[in-house]
């Protein structure tokens, strides 16, 4: 099974990825592979650590990090695997943590990773769709319902790369897809116009693409082949 530490790098890497027109990136890869296109906007802090862990550790970091879009569902799999921890008592890093806050309805309402335990009272933790955004957060304890430790066993396993869109070998490419690109691009700090990710493949986004190509030695052929997009999803 892999290591916790290949997950928080995997989460790490998407820092500031922020939403963009009600929906993000993970919902649409989640979506791609449960067949159900709801998600792309829906809320999204559980399936971006889905999909980060699928990223970071293939099957077998999906097998023990869980493969949910919501959140207590996804602690009631951790209660049936004998994986869950009532509280913070004990908290680490990769533990899989579960809110309530105060000012939602009560129960769980989101979900991260801690990254570190910083105090008696407060963890550090990597989450997505905190104020749209991905983005690490201080967290008191008090909001802890509890906690899923998944099964590390500190082994890193292969990663895997969202399905690729055969589509652009064509050179049409759905909008969603599209999309996709265009937030990678522009979380590996590549401009594609002033509209952002609006699912329009003009030539900004060829512009961003052949760039982040001739940045990563690959073929500028302004279509993101396959090459490009493993790259784009794994090289941080």
């Given at each position: 099974?892999?290591?916790?530490?290949?997950?928080?790098k995997m989460?790490?890497?998407?820092?500031?990825?922020?939403?963009?027109?009600?929906?993000?990136?993970?919902?649409?890869?989640?979506?791609?592979?449960?067949?159900?296109?709801?998600?792309?906007?829906?809320?999204w802090c559980?399936?971006?650590?889905?999909?980060?862990?699928?990223?970071?550790?293939?099957?077998?970091?999906?097998?023990?990090?869980?493969?949910?879009?919501?959140?207590?569902?996804?602690?009631?799999?951790?209660?049936?695997?004998?994986?869950?921890?009532?509280?913070?008592?004990?908290?680490?890093?990769?533990?899989?943590?579960?809110?309530?806050?105060?000012?939602?309805?009560?129960?769980?309402?989101?979900?991260?990773?801690?990254?570190?335990?910083?105090?008696?009272?407060?963890?550090?933790?990597?989450?997505?769709?905190?104020?749209?955004?991905?983005?690490?957060?201080?967290?008191?304890?008090?909001?802890?319902?509890?906690?899923?430790?998944?099964?590390?066993?500190?082994?890193?396993?292969?990663?895997?790369?969202?399905?690729?869109?055969?589509?652009?070998?064509?050179?049409?490419?759905?909008?969603?897809?599209?999309?996709?690109?265009?937030?990678?691009?522009?979380?590996?700090?590549?401009?594609?116009?002033?509209?952002?990710?609006?699912?329009?493949?003009?030539?900004?986004?060829?512009?961003?693409?052949?760039?982040?190509?001739?940045?990563?030695?690959?073929?500028?052929?302004?279509?993101?082949?396959?090459?490009?997009?493993?790259?784009?999803?794994?090289?941080?």
């Amino acid at each position: 099974m892999p290591k916790a530490s290949d997950l928080l790098k995997m989460m790490a890497a998407f820092e500031g990825y922020r939403e963009g027109r009600s929906q993000s990136l993970f919902g649409r890869r989640y979506g791609i592979r449960h067949r159900a296109p709801i998600f792309s906007g829906a809320k999204w802090c559980d399936m971006f650590l889905a999909e980060c862990a699928l990223l970071a550790g293939g099957k077998d970091m999906l097998k023990i990090v869980g493969d949910f879009a919501f959140t207590p569902s996804h602690a009631n799999w951790f209660k049936e695997n004998g994986r869950w921890h009532k509280g913070a008592a004990g908290i680490r890093a990769g533990d899989v943590v579960f809110f309530d806050f105060p000012d939602s309805e009560p129960g769980i309402q989101h979900v991260g990773v801690v990254e570190k335990v910083r105090s008696a009272t407060t963890i550090q933790t990597i989450e997505g769709n905190t104020s749209n955004v991905v983005a690490r957060r201080s967290r008191n304890l008090r909001h802890v319902v509890g906690y899923g430790r998944p099964a590390y066993n500190g082994t890193s396993s292969p990663s895997r790369v969202p399905s690729f869109p055969n589509s652009v070998t064509t050179g049409i490419i759905s909008e969603l897809d599209v999309r996709s690109v265009q937030e990678l691009l522009i979380q590996h700090g590549f401009s594609v116009g002033p509209d952002g990710a609006d699912g329009d493949f003009g030539p900004n986004t060829r512009r961003a693409l052949r760039k982040f190509q001739h940045a990563h030695n690959l073929p500028e052929t302004d279509l993101p082949d396959d090459k490009t997009w493993q790259e784009l999803w794994l090289a941080w």
